[in-house]
Structure formats: C-alpha cells, structure tokens
C-alpha cells in the first residue's frame, strides 16, 4: 500500500450509523481538535500496520474528543499511537476509551473516564504522563507490556485501578485502586517499582499480586482496606516506608493495627 499521510482539523464528527472514521493499512494520522461523538460504532477504527510508516506510528492525536461512541472511542489494530498537547478526552463510549490491540501507546494529559468497559486497554507498552482514568466499568488501565505512569490519577473503576498481564508486565491491582498524584513505574526487571501511591478504601484488598515478579511499594500510603493492604499469592513483595492508617505499623504477618499484609 501506498501510504497517505491524512490531517484531520477542527471537525464535528458526529451521528454516523457505522462509526466516525475508518482508517486502512496505508493510513498515518495527525488529528486535531476534532469532536468525534455519538456515531454508530467506534469513535476511530484503524486497521493500522507497523509497515505504513518507518517508525511504526499509527496517529498522532492531539486534542481529541470522543464521546458517546456505540464502540470504542479509540479503535486502534496495529501501531504505536502518540496523544499530545491538553484536553484529549474518551468518555462514556460503550467499549473502552481506547483500545490498541497490537502497538504501544505513550499520551500526555488524557482523560479517560465513564466508559462502558475499560479506560484503556492496551496490548504493548504504555506510557501516560498526566490526565486521568476514573469511573470506568472495567480497569482503569488494563495492559499487558511495561507500562510507565507520572502524574496520573486512576480512581473510582469498577474492576480494579489496574491490571498489568503477559510476560512483559505480569498482573496487578485486581481492586479498584485509586492512585492520586502518583508516580508509578512499572518494570520489566527485576521487578515491580511502585512509589508515591495512594490506595485507599478499595472494599476488601488494596492492592493483589498475582504475579511471578518481585513487587515493591515504597513511600505510599495504604489503608481503609477490609481484608488486607497488600495480599500475595507467590511472589515477593517489599513493603518499606509506607502509611498503613495506623503508627503501629500494618497487622496480619506484622505486628501492627493499620491494613493487615
């Protein structure tokens, strides 16, 4: 295919029975500022290729709107997308916000809040800096290669804050975890660095491990949790510098009144 390189700008894209845009193998996208609400299927569909370009890009996006979708807001096949500048928002769509199937996703200031499934799902590696998941039906983020988040606040989902899966990030966070202002990086090795965290009042388990990595939370607060702050199955966990909601220290395997471990 030959690819064509398409602009998108300042467009009101809106109440088309079968979706908003469809994209083919020779698609590379610059959209902006663009309202895409309320079609019939996904906000965007991209079949998508990591042979369309020299760097494998799929879009980049800036400023985008989707809203009201019957699908995805973000339909994303194959590719690497990049979500740039302020005030990029996938809400109250009836899949999830955004859905890349096979790529790696890095976005800046996106809010993805609302959606009938998860916030974002993504099948490579992600990278967030700012913006926000809130109040989705699944994960806020569910990710399955390593995922890097500054800045971003992940609260109030249904299914749990989120779920890292696959040999690239193993799985975590099967609570609704809320982590406000937090500064997380998530590894490939030699394990899991969680810092700067607030998890809090997450019904029965802060956070849940069920990976085979090593985990290690520091300088977080975890508390208000009715079965346990931290619970793993196998893997290590080093829980150092962190609020447990009580000076003593966490219970359970501790000796402390604060969320058992």
Do not use: C
Not at 97 to 118: D, P, W
Not at 136 to 158: Q, R, S, W
Not at 223 to 250: F, Q, R
């Amino acid at each position: 295919y030959e690819k064509l390189d398409v602009k998108i700008s300042a467009i009101d894209i809106k109440n088309n029975k079968n979706g908003g845009i469809l994209t083919s193998h020779s698609f590379q996208g610059h959209n902006h500022n663009n309202l895409i609400w309320h079609n019939g299927g996904d906000g965007i569909y991209s079949i998508g290729t990591n042979s369309m370009t020299g760097d494998g890009s799929a879009g980049v996006f800036s400023e985008l709107r989707f809203y009201y979708n019957d699908g995805y807001g973000m339909n994303i096949q194959q590719g690497n997308v990049d979500i740039v500048g302020p005030r990029n928002r996938s809400m109250s769509n009836q899949k999830s916000g955004i859905y890349l199937a096979e790529g790696n996703l890095e976005a800046h200031n996106v809010a993805v809040a609302g959606n009938k499934e998860h916030g974002l799902h993504i099948g490579g590696s992600t990278r967030l800096v700012g913006g926000s998941l809130a109040n989705n039906k699944g994960y806020g983020l569910l990710a399955g290669g390593a995922t890097d988040l500054k800045g971003v606040n992940i609260y109030g989902n249904e299914q749990g804050g989120i779920r890292l899966y696959g040999e690239g990030s193993n799985s975590l966070a099967k609570r609704n975890i809320s982590f406000w202002e937090n500064n997380i990086t998530q590894k490939l090795a030699p394990n899991h660095l969680f810092t700067a965290m607030n998890i809090h009042a997450n019904g029965s388990v802060g956070v849940e491990h069920d990976g085979e990595l090593p985990l290690t939370i520091t300088a977080s607060n975890i508390l208000k949790h009715t079965s346990y702050g931290v619970s793993a199955e196998a893997a290590a966990v080093i829980a150092t510098n962190n609020w447990w909601g009580d000076a003593s220290g966490p219970a359970g395997l501790a000796s402390g009144s604060g969320d058992a471990i």
